[in-house]
């Protein structure tokens, strides 16, 4: 017998739509039946959509995760010698940099301690101070949302600096994706990668990306291949040719969570009728969700990691634990049958914990509603005044960020 799963309210994964959990316990599909390449092709189409892609990009869905994504953004652009800058605002930006450097990359970190960020004009002086020196950097790497910390740049100043300077710039969306602002085209940034189980609301084990015209010239252009399973080359047919509703084969695609993945993405298309609108409806959701449980986070007197308001991501909320409590605290909130997650950074080891807010559950007052008291409950005591002052502070919250009339009809 087992009991019923605890709300996921951890950073990813995290809980998903009774749509995308249907599709997903669906018997599997193999990779020629025609409903499955109907789906591949709409889930590549769509990908573009939600990246609000330009029309010369190509979206990828293959088997992994947002670790293989990154290894595939490393080793796709960027060659053994080259110069690569990474942003980094936690263990994620970290990561990325120790790939290059595996890679054979000439690797400059720009950093900032735990909770704060590098600006664009950090990066911009950086990447002007490399072109004067004559080693220009082939491509700036940046997270969007470093999960370690709750820390989120905007990435349009990143992208435009990069463009000025002739370099690439790629963003890691695993923890920001369809939960924050990202406007591809627009931007003029290179690469956008993810993950299936974070904002886009699916079970783990995808790795998802759009990369542009500029940065498929940069795979086409390299030196060497990345290894054969990475190659942008290797699986590009294939994406290519489900879009045009034929199936194609290189490894065995994951054909239940691909056919999920269709579901999910058209879930969030069909907010609005043009993408644009779907997408700046799916990002307020998550913002109203971040901003409404913060109300209740400041009335239990939690403080967040990120130094400023407006570092603070909307897809999760990294909160430094009160004086005199610490891991047992996670544990309490587990037995209140809410799944949070303890810190990732070892810089903070010990200090803090994560609360992700992102995917379906943002449609789901009540399960936020859930997730304070059950917060509350651990840290004051359930149905202790702290715990009433913190519901009252989310629900006020809650209410006057709902947003104008029409905007409710989201499904
Ligand atoms: N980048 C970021 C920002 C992440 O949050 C994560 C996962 N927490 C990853 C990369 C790695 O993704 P995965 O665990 O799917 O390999």
Redesign the pocket.
């Given at each position: 017998m087992s009991a019923l799963p605890p709300l996921l309210m951890i950073?990813?994964p995290v809980e998903i739509s009774p749509a995308v959990a249907a599709a997903a316990a669906r018997p599997p599909r193999g990779h020629l039946d025609p409903v499955f390449i109907e789906s591949f092709g709409a889930a590549l189409g769509d990908l573009r959509s939600v990246w609000l892609a330009a029309p010369g990009s190509q979206s990828f869905a293959v088997p992994?995760?947002?670790?293989?994504?990154?290894e595939a953004a490393a080793t796709n652009l960027v060659a053994a010698g080259e110069r690569a800058l990474v942003i980094s605002t936690g263990v994620?930006g970290d990561?990325m940099a120790e790939m290059l450097r595996r890679r054979g990359a000439e690797v400059e970190v720009l950093a900032a301690p735990p909770g704060a960020a590098p600006t664009a004009a950090d990066a911009e002086a950086a990447l002007a101070r490399a072109v004067a020196r004559e080693r220009p950097f082939k491509a700036l790497f940046a997270?969007?949302?470093?999960?370690?910390t709750g820390v989120r740049i905007a990435p349009a100043g990143f992208a435009r600096a990069a463009r000025r300077h002739g370099a690439l710039s790629a963003f890691?969306?695993?923890?920001?994706t369809a939960g924050e602002r990202f406007e591809m085209a627009e931007w003029e940034a290179d690469l956008y990668f993810t993950?299936a189980?974070?904002a886009l609301g699916l079970p783990?084990g995808l790795?998802l990306w759009v990369a542009g015209e500029r940065a498929l010239e940069a795979r086409r252009a390299l030196p060497a291949p990345p290894p054969l399973s990475l190659d942008w080359e290797a699986w590009r047919p294939v994406m290519e040719a489900y879009e045009a509703r034929r199936p194609a084969y290189f490894s065995t695609p994951a054909t239940t969570l691909v056919a999920a993945l269709a579901v999910g993405l058209a879930e969030l298309l069909a907010e609005a009728p043009a993408a644009a609108e779907a997408m700046a409806r799916v990002w307020s959701r998550h913002e109203r969700a971040a901003r409404s449980l913060r109300a209740a986070f400041r009335a239990l007197g939690l403080a967040p990691v990120p130094v400023s308001p407006e570092l603070e991501a909307s897809t999760l909320s990294a909160l430094r634990f009160p004086a005199g409590r610490g891991g047992e605290l996670v544990a309490a909130i587990g037995a209140r049958g809410v799944a949070v997650a303890g810190g990732?950074h070892p810089a903070l080891a010990g200090t803090y914990f994560r609360v992700g807010h992102m995917g379906s559950v943002t449609r789901r007052p009540e399960a936020l509603a859930r997730t304070i008291a059950a917060i509350a409950g651990a840290l004051a005591g359930d149905g202790s005044s702290a715990a009433r002052e913190a519901a009252e502070a989310f629900e006020r919250s809650w209410t006057e960020s709902a947003p104008a009339a029409a905007a409710g009809s989201a499904r």
């Open positions: 950073p990813g992994g995760g947002g670790t293989l994504a990154m994620f990561r997270t969007h949302v470093d999960t370690s890691d969306g695993v923890c920001a993950a189980q974070k783990p790795a990732l």
